[in-house]
């Protein structure tokens, strides 16, 4: 098994080497954002009655901040942070525009990570809510 290594740069006259380099191992991270995760959507399925009067729709999950937003189809929407592991939007026609399958995927912008090769913020996996 081949193990991978990163070089970060430390206060410009060292160079750490870490194993794996991602924001788990590297402590140089910690102001990094870990990429969001869905793990369900509550109701999994809406009328397109309930959409038009502007049905909340839950996102259960983790890794969710303040700057996570919702993207329904392509369309981003701000999204009510309850806790780490809930978000909440208001669905409406606008974004929704009749019966189908719609994707859901929740978005975080990467956070301060400068140059210490760290990953930060992304895009979950989508989650395919019904509309009837």
Request: charged share 5%; aromatic share 4%; hydrophobic share 40%.
């Amino acid at each position: 098994m081949l193990s991978r290594f990163c070089t970060l740069p430390f206060l410009g006259l060292l160079a750490i080497s870490l194993l794996g380099c991602n924001n788990t191992l590297n402590p140089l991270c910690s102001s990094a954002r870990p990429a969001p995760v869905i793990g369900s959507l509550s109701p999994s399925t809406l009328s397109f009655a309930q959409v038009q009067q502007g049905a909340t729709l839950t996102i259960d999950g983790s890794h969710f901040v303040s700057a996570s937003e919702v993207m329904v189809n392509t369309t981003p929407l701000a999204a009510t942070v309850v806790s780490s592991q809930e978000l909440q939007i208001q669905l409406s026609s606008d974004v929704i525009s009749g019966p189908g399958t719609v994707k859901i995927a929740v978005t975080t912008p990467g956070g301060n990570t400068s140059d210490l090769g760290c990953t930060s913020g992304g895009t979950s996996t989508a989650l395919t809510l019904n509309i009837n």
